[in-house]
């Protein structure tokens, strides 16, 4: 394999672990038209909109399925 072929399936590699911010818009299940946006910064820390996660600091459903996909 060529130099240059190993260099650019290095670069695939390394963009393909390194996860950047996300953001997902979600429905919600109880409130037709109504949607949380959960996020993901550089960091690696996760929030999101639905009022569960903001009073009581847990991790939502959101935000435990979107961990999932991410
Ligand atoms: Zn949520």
């Known amino acids: 394999m060529e ?7 290095l670069n695939k ?3 393909e672990t390194l996860k950047g911010p ?3 818009t979600i ?4 409130e037709e038209g109504k949607y949380y ?3 993901v910064d550089a960091t690696g820390k996760w929030s999101c ?7 009581r600091k847990k991790e939502c459903k959101h935000i ?6 991410y």
């Open 3 to 9: 130099n240059e072929q190993v260099q650019e399936l």
């Open 13 to 15: 590699l390394i963009k």
């Open 22 to 24: 996300k953001e997902w």
């Open 27 to 30: 429905p919600s299940s109880s």
């Open 37 to 39: 946006t959960v996020k």
């Open 49 to 55: 909109t639905y009022p569960q996660f903001i009073y």
């Open 64 to 69: 435990v399925a979107c961990k999932k996909e």
